[in-house]
């Protein structure tokens, strides 16, 4: 019965013709995301794809290794040095400073992050800080959270200030370096993608429950032997199922198509290479995964309220609406509703861990702090769970009309 369920689902036309449209969708972001990563020849030539990352790879990893004071002093002098070879100010050579920087680009980024006003990035910070100033990243990233707070530009209570230094001083320095891009690449798009992906499944999931309306065939379901208990746990397993797996499905492709691409390495390097003002002490492979698990509950959420829609008012078209209405109309709202902290719990948060993680989204409960992601994440969850049974019964208890 659960088999036939999920049959039924992928047989319809406008099923079939969805996923199609799922499959361009997740070839177009996949091609975009791969083309993040660029690299400049000598010629002047910018390569995308896998030469550019097997080119940007070959440079990078001759800094592999930890960034210890030694190595931060040696690329302010490798950068001096560039600089100094190509000293004119012309556009030429503008481009030749680029090229020749691209190997230490990224620690470059680490320096500038740490000396540039909080909040702001000077691109040009490392052209006018000292030797020792570059060396010194790690504590000016503590001392310049600490600046921040005495400012008064952000209100953070004490806990959470308390919090937010400790994160910071616990975070394990000096950092690994190797080369990051495919992984930094990845996250970059990849919200984007799951809130399409999380729309694609709604549509799947909206005519489970109502297309037995919609064909007439109600009488004949409700009136079987199970048609009012395994049928509808069928209906809605068969939901649960095919959301999980398209879900899962999609992911493990996009994923693996520019990991493949890009490359891999960098998985263990910490988040902050990346998001240098991040106070979730994790690496890639783990910001990656809150992203995905994130996802995926707001993900079912939607879809299960596409089913609840699809139970309560017996109409395919209103379901399809629900996820659009859950992931699409609530970010909207969020820009007019002045209540920062109501709209940090709309569930389309779920599905954008990533910027999620890179701003101080907090919570204080009594005396503990903790990150708002991990929170929506265990709210939906129950949440989902909750509605599980209530469209169950609802569905159960459908009258024939």
Known sequence: MLKYEIKKVFLKGRNKIALLLLAIVLLAVSVMTVNRVEYVDENGGHKTGI???RNLREEKNKWAGYLTED???????????????????????EDKIYQKRQGISSIIDLINNANSPWREYDYYAIDSITEDQAADVYEKRISGLEEWFASGKETFSREQ?????????????PFYYEYYDGWAALLQNISTFILLLALFIGFFVSGIFSDEFQTKADAV?????????????????????????????????????VLLILGADGAGCPIQLEMWRDFYNATFLETYLLIVFGGYIGMLFAATAAMLVSALTRSTVTAIIAPFVVLCVFPFLSRIVTLPQVC???????????????????????????????IIILVYTAVTLVLQPIVYRVYKKAEIK
Request: proline share 2%; glycine share 8%.
């Open 221 to 257: 379901f409700f009136s079987t032997k199970l048609g009012r208990n395994k049928a509808v746990g069928s209906k809605l397993g068969a939901g649960f199922i095919i959301a999980t797996a398209v879900y899962a499905a999609a992911l493990i492709i996009y994923t693996a198509a």
């Open 161 to 173: 200030q308390e919090f937010l230094l400790s994160q910071y001083k616990n975070l394990d320095t």
């Open 51 to 53: 030469a550019a990352a």
């Open 344 to 374: 940090s719990f709309f569930p389309d948060r779920l599905l954008d861990i990533y910027n999620g993680v890179r701003d101080f989204s907090l919570m204080q409960i009594g005396g503990k702090v903790i990150g708002i992601p991990a």
């Open 71 to 93: 190595v931060l002093r040696d690329v302010y002098r490798e950068n001096q040095a560039i600089n100094s070879e190509y000293a004119s100010g012309s556009m030429e050579d």
